[in-house]
């Protein structure tokens, strides 16, 4: 971070003295626009190749963000999750009902009218059809209604909840589409019966939208668990966990470990990670070719134009104006490739797409959002493509020397 | 040959033109090398040479449901099947989370069996065998993962259990080769240590690796065990070996369609910018041309000629981009491979090299073409007049 930083300080420097020289200085800015428009062929197409990395840039770090968005806004401050110890991941834990029992009552959990605020649940993982015709895990979620009240992220958008016993699932909005099964009104098969699909609901961008729900007993009874999977609690005071953990750490009869809430959606975001350094590594390395190219286009602009250069020294501009005039040039033709490919990146918006997360071994379906924000990266990364590989050649037409601009070359 | 003095000198006139797209050439194909190769990696997982007359049975709800062990008694009563082998994936780890490689609870007795190929056989004796089936608490790694962790046969290694509530301590009785480096990086141990560590386990199995005695023998098998377990209390699934290892690779998603989408981007971006340098260094020689002309040059040999130059151009790029995509593969073996073990097997194989090279050399082609044959076109007399 503080490498980037320093590497970033002197272009920014540069780039403020472009800003300052634009004011100061007469910059026949008019000119080096009609120049990049009289070689139009040769702007467009470089314009091109920009905007195209560009565009890979934007759609990547969407992807990037996509993936993580699809954990994160996933739990509060005063919950916390018990697990068995090295499970990792609320697939691999389980919880016997005697401890969950224990849990239950601990005096650090907080109590409504209704009960304590705990929800005991089981996740299991079944194979669902995908609308290309192949299979992929999808976690299927059974908990307790205090568990539903736990979580004030999800909302129900369409029918009703599950009732317990009745074998009834809830499905995200979000796989509706991806998965040509989970239709509200339809039914899915589990453990040998058929479960009706009784309502879809909004999991405010967290996990929850790729996972299926039901009630805890049927879930239970179907795929044969003997066991809870996890508790899910509410604390009295969210400056209690770290007493509440240590408690459950204490307690010989349970063998359990206690985990912010926040904190276990942490562990999960690494999902995104190696797609995320792969992007960045395809993003960085397409950068290079791409400067190389705006390079390649700036020097034969400036080889062509000696003459010119020449008429505007004699003129009376001075070399650091040529050098901001021809680095002007440059930017603005990485600025058009720039805004070009983020708007070419606006077509991957709304695409929907799934992977694996290996972490929770289950689908997380996740929808490229190129917004605001990506496209104005994606225009600031061309600037830095147009500082970067417009130097070199600007330098030069700076330094050309007079008597032999004068003479045209 | 004669004629390459000529289009070396024509790419030399302007080296810092040159050597800036040539630049740009050899990363634009070496991401196009990485990421292809790391399709064709995939591919390859599902194509195993070794896998052709293995089978995979295993709930029909998922990998994360158990059949009762039990079933091993039907499946090897069945002629086609020469062995059977219970598989149970324990997901546990050495010192640390992140250290990640496969280790199975598996059936010691049948193991080497049913898995010949990967364990190459031939190199290992009947005693080391004799030796793993004797201890208990015994289990076999592969080379690769044991050069990596330093250890030796005798070594214990205490796992630690993600999926599975026990920390087995194993000893190393083997260590064994194997022709593929993902083979290599797996860890064997006795069912046993699982089903007595962990209550809930007794009597049950993730998967049964089926080795058949005839391939042709498949399909007929596959129907008949899953006709046999149909609408039972635990229905199987039946299947391939690659068929089971594609259902693992398709769990990536569209991550393969966003890497075709890069791809296409990537060449799209190349073609562009090859033709655009093209362009202008052939716009510069525009009275050089009219001169060759007027030396007598028909225009189609003009026009071969710069065709000749855009090709050897591309083909330097395209050479230096996949030598370096070849540099760097070990790189990305070792950083992928430890997330998900198929990449282990990563590598750059001639025929992307070669699909990259041919796509680059049509690029080359295309880009050139179109400046070239613009400028062979225009009148001689035009040409020449701009000759200073």
Same mark, same amino acid.
């Given at each position: ?409 | ?279 202008? =260094?052939?716009? /510069?020689?525009?009275?050089?041309? !009219?001169?060759?002309?007027?030396? #007598?040059?028909? &225009?189609?040999?003009? $026009? *071969? ?38 990449? =282990?097997?990563? /590598?750059?194989?001639?025929?992307? !090299?070669?699909?990259?090279?041919? #796509?680059?050399? &049509?690029?080359?082609? $295309? *880009? ?21």
């Amino acid at each position: 971070m503080i490498l980037a930083g320093l590497l970033a300080l002197p272009l920014v420097a540069y780039l403020l003295w472009l800003v300052w020289a634009l004011v100061a200085y007469p910059i026949p800015l008019a000119y080096n626009l009609r120049s990049l428009w009289q070689r139009k062929v040769s702007t467009l197409s470089t314009a091109a190749a920009i905007a195209l990395v560009v565009g890979i840039f934007v759609v990547v770090l969407s992807l990037a963000q996509g993936l993580s968005l699809a954990f994160v806004s996933s739990g509060r401050e005063d919950q916390a999750l018990v697990m068995r110890p090295n499970a990792r991941s609320e697939l691999n834990s389980t919880i016997e009902r005697d401890k969950m029992r224990i849990l239950k009552v601990h005096p650090l959990v907080l109590r409504d009218e209704v009960g304590p605020l705990a929800s005991a649940e089981v996740v299991v993982v079944k194979l669902f059809p995908v609308a290309d015709g192949t299979d992929t895990n999808v976690t299927v979620r059974g908990l307790e209604a205090t568990g539903r009240r736990m979580r004030p992220q999800v909302q129900l958008v369409e029918g009703r909840w599950f009732r317990p016993g009745l074998s009834e699932v809830v499905v995200p909005r979000k796989m509706r589409g991806r998965f040509p099964g989970l239709e509200l009104g339809g039914s899915v098969r589990m453990g040998g019966r058929d479960w009706a699909i009784v309502g879809t609901f909004d999991g405010g961008n967290s996990s929850y939208e790729s996972e299926v729900w039901s009630d805890v007993s049927d879930v239970m009874q179907a795929f044969r668990r003997e066991a809870y999977s996890t508790l899910l609690v509410r604390l009295q005071d969210a400056s209690r966990m770290d007493t509440f953990i240590q408690a459950v750490d204490d307690d010989k009869r349970l063998k359990l470990e206690a985990l912010p809430e926040k904190a276990y959606f942490k562990t999960l975001t690494k999902a995104g990670e190696p797609v995320k350094v792969l992007g960045n590594l395809i993003t960085l390395i397409l950068t290079g070719a791409a400067i190389f190219a705006a390079m390649n286009t700036m020097y034969a602009a400036v080889a062509g134009r000696t003459r010119e250069i020449g008429t505007l020294r004699a003129l009376g501009f001075r070399q650091r104006e040529i050098l901001a005039s021809f680095q002007w040039e440059a930017v603005l033709l990485c600025l058009v490739g720039g805004l070009l490919g983020s708007g070419l990146a606006l077509f991957a918006n709304g695409i929907r797409a799934g992977t694996t997360s290996f972490q929770t071994f289950s689908d997380v379906s996740f929808a490229f959002t190129i917004t605001p924000g990506l496209m104005a990266q994606g225009v600031a990364f061309s600037l830095v493509m147009g500082l970067v590989g417009g130097f070199l050649p600007a330098w030069r037409a700076s330094r050309l020397p007079l008597t032999e601009a004068m003479k045209g070359g | 040959m004669r004629w390459l003095a000529l289009i070396w000198k024509s790419l030399l006139r302007s080296r810092r033109r040159t050597l800036l797209i040539v630049g740009s050439l050899v990363l634009s194909v070496f991401t196009v090398a990485v990421l292809q190769s790391l399709l064709t990696t995939l591919d390859s997982v599902t194509n195993n040479p070794n896998s052709g007359n293995r089978l995979a049975v295993r709930h029909k709800s998922g990998i994360t449901q158990m059949l009762p062990r039990s079933y091993e008694t039907y499946l090897r009563q069945q002629p086609e099947v020469e062995t059977v082998c219970a598989l149970q994936w324990f997901g546990g780890y050495y010192q640390d989370p992140r250290n990640f490689f496969a280790n199975f609870a598996s059936d010691e007795t049948t193991i080497f069996q049913t898995f010949r190929e990967e364990f190459g056989l031939s190199s290992i004796t009947e005693a080391q065998v004799k030796e793993y089936l004797r201890d208990g608490a015994g289990c076999i790694v592969g080379e690769t993962l044991a050069l990596k962790n330093g250890w030796k046969v005798g070594d214990v290694v205490p796992l630690t259990g993600t999926i599975f509530p026990i920390n087995p301590r194993l000893t190393i009785r083997l260590i064994f080769k194997s022709s593929r480096p993902s083979d290599e990086n797996v860890m064997h141990f006795h069912y046993k240590v699982l089903e007595e560590g962990v209550p809930r386990m007794k009597g049950l199995t993730g998967a049964f690796w089926v080795r058949v005695h005839r391939p042709e023998d498949i399909p007929r098998l596959i129907d008949r065990v899953d006709r046999h377990y149909a609408n039972s209390a635990y229905e199987t699934l039946t299947e391939t070996e690659s068929a089971f290892n594609l259902a693992f690779v398709k769990m990536l998603g569209n991550i393969s369609a966003i890497i075709q989408g890069i791809t296409i981007a990537v060449v799209l971006a190349i073609l562009i910018v090859t033709a655009n340098t093209m362009g202008t =260094a052939i716009r /510069e020689r525009g009275p050089e041309i !009219a001169v060759f002309r007027a030396m #007598g040059f028909s &225009a189609s040999r003009v $026009l *071969s000629l710069l065709l000749a130059e855009g090709v050897l151009l591309v083909a330097l790029g395209a050479a230096l981009g996949i030598l370096l995509a070849q540099a760097a593969a070990g790189g990305v073996r070792g950083a992928l491979g430890a997330v998900m073990p198929f990449f =282990a097997d990563f /590598e750059i194989t001639s025929a992307t !090299a070669l699909l990259c090279l041919v #796509g680059a050399l &049509a690029v080359g082609l $295309l *880009s050139t073409f179109i400046p070239a044959y613009a400028a062979t076109r225009r009148p001689i007399t035009e040409g020449l007049r701009s000759v200073g």
